[in-house]
Nanobody
Framework: QVQLVESGGGLVQPGGSLRLSCAAS????????MGWYRQAPGNQRERVAK???????NYADFVKGRFTISRDNAKNTVYLQMNSLKSEDTAVYYC????????WGQGTQVTVSS
């Protein structure tokens, strides 16, 4: 059974940084494409970044140059380093195992506010 557990969210000031982690279990992590999505109140869930099994990355235009996705296959963990955070980055961030039907974590709240 796929399990994804996010951590690392919180309250940060504009311009600050956070690193999200997602611990995965129940599948062959090293073979999986993983991603981070976010959903703000009243908005649809949107993909932020993804990383393939060979560590190829892809980013949404609104985070390019600010966020970095990475993975540690030895720890079955995917990360999202978020720098230069803006108020519009405020959302619940979800980790996902990307496939025909995505599997989701429970989400972690990121709030960017002064």
């Amino acid at each position: 059974q796929v399990q994804l557990v996010e951590s690392g969210g919180g309250l940060v000031q504009p311009g600050g940084s956070l690193r999200l982690s997602c611990a995965a279990s129940g599948f062959t992590f090293s073979s999986a494409t993983m991603g981070w999505y976010r959903q703000a109140p009243g908005n649809q869930r949107e993909r932020v970044a993804k990383i393939t099994s060979d560590a190829t990355t892809n980013y949404a235009d609104f985070v390019k140059g600010r966020f970095t996705i990475s993975r540690d296959n030895a720890k079955n963990t995917v990360y999202l380093q978020m720098n230069s955070l803006k108020s519009e980055d405020t959302a619940v961030y979800y980790c996902a195992k990307i496939s025909f039907f995505n599997s989701w974590g429970q989400g972690t709240q990121v709030t960017v506010s002064s």
